[in-house]
């Protein structure tokens, strides 16, 4: 059944698709911190853990808010995402290696949720629904810095050391 019919619906019909991906997330970042070699990326892994599952909590209350009956929306890009955190596992030979592809698949689901809560930020405000707008902005907000963090890293340590595992 066609359900979307109206900008606010397109609003709801989006904020239930990352409320799913924010959970996935949640769960793959805290089951995936264990395998991670590097003392400050296993820390953003376990920070963003528990800054996924504060999203979804937000995210429940402000689809309460608007009144939605449903969380339940199947999110399949997060699904691949978590997906390719699993494949890198079983792909990389070496530690330094695997750090530097976890990197990459969490660096992939925040530009996702940026461009999602971006997205959703300026239908809100659209809409006139301002502290909604302000509260999907903060959020983005925390995913920038966030991914600004992980390059940092990236850049910084994790693939330099992973060049070195390569040399060898
Ligand atoms: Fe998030």
Partial sequence: MKEVATLRGLM????????????????ALNETARVIANE????????GSKAAAGHASSLQGMLTDLGSTSLDRRNTVAEDIVRELKEVQEAAA?????????IVAHQCMNHYMIAKYGTVASYARLLELDKLATDLHKIMEEEKK???RLTKLA??????KARTALIH
Avoid: H
Avoid at 40 to 47: G, N, S, T
Avoid at 94 to 102: C, K, Q, S, T, W
């Fill in 40 to 47: 400050d990326l296993q820390k953003i892994f376990e920070k």
């Fill in 94 to 102: 070496d530690p330094e290696v695997l750090d530097a592809g976890l």
């Fill in 155 to 160: 850049e910084k340590k994790v693939n330099a």
């Fill in 146 to 148: 966030e991914d600004k």
């Fill in 12 to 27: 709801i019909y989006q904020l239930q698709s990352i409320f799913e991906a924010e959970n996935r997330w949640s769960n």
